[in-house]
């Protein structure tokens, strides 16, 4: 069965300290695998999709890599406004749904 | 205006009763889902259709039902409501692209069962 593990579940950085956060999967031929960004009361917005091993994709301060078990989301020097919860899904080859991590809840202090 | 819209955006209901959560949207895409988020177990998904005479359960179906009435709109319905139905609902569109294919969100619906 296809499994999306996120971690840490929370994690609490002060402004301009830079870290990662881990997705870890196990799926039979991976399809894609997508973060997004959720923000309280709101839908998840997307940010990038990763398809193959060593691909990697950059938005502002947010880089995403892969392996061919896990995906990073490295923060480089947050601000404030990169607080929110990041989620992790991945699609299976031959399957029509995505499998999503619970998620990761980044506060950034300024 | 949004690309994906959900009505309503929240709504307290009693055990037993029937209600519909509804979903439209601008984009043009074939492919609509559902989905639930739990506190801690992340989006689920409950049903998924790929046009309008496509209709496919996803994970988490039982207790609910879901009609496509045009290409645009997808409703979810619980046919009887039960507290642990409480969670916050999402519909999502996607169009696939050279195999490629990214979900896009509506804004949510907050549901309360009493």
């Known amino acids: 069965e296809d499994q999306v593990t996120q971690s840490p579940e929370a994690l609490r950085l002060q402004e301009g300290e830079s870290s990662s956060l881990n997705c870890s999967y196990t799926?039979?031929?991976?399809?894609?695998l997508f973060w997004y960004r959720q923000d309280p009361g709101k839908g998840p917005e997307f940010l990038f999709t990763l398809y193959s091993a060593g691909e990697e994709k950059e938005k502002e301060r947010l880089k995403a890599t892969l392996t061919k078990k896990e995906s990073f989301l490295h923060i480089t020097a947050p601000k404030p406004e990169d607080s929110a919860t990041y989620l992790c899904?991945?699609?299976?080859?031959?399957?029509?749904?995505?499998?999503f991590g619970a998620g990761t809840r980044l506060t950034v202090k300024p | 205006d949004a690309d994906v819209t959900q009505t309503p955006r929240n709504r307290i209901t009693k055990t037993g009763k029937r209600i519909m959560l509804e979903c439209s949207q601008t984009?043009?895409?074939?492919?609509m889902y559902w989905y639930r988020q739990d506190p801690g177990l992340g989006l689920r998904l409950i049903y998924y259709?790929?046009?309008?005479?496509?209709?496919n359960k996803g994970e988490i179906s039982d207790g609910y039902s879901v009609s496509r009435q045009a290409q645009a709109k997808f409703s979810l319905s619980l046919e009887s409501a039960i507290p642990n139905q409480t969670a916050l609902y999402f519909c999502?569109?996607?169009?696939?692209?050279?195999?490629?294919?990214?979900?896009?969100f509506g804004p949510g619906t907050r549901l309360l069962v009493l």
């Open positions: 999502a569109t996607s169009a696939p692209d050279r195999g490629k294919e990214t979900q896009y």
């Open positions: 259709s790929f046009d309008v005479k496509d209709i």
């Open positions: 799926v039979s031929g991976l399809r894609g």
């Open positions: 984009k043009g895409h074939d492919r």
């Open positions: 899904a991945v699609q299976a080859s031959g399957n029509n749904d995505m499998r």
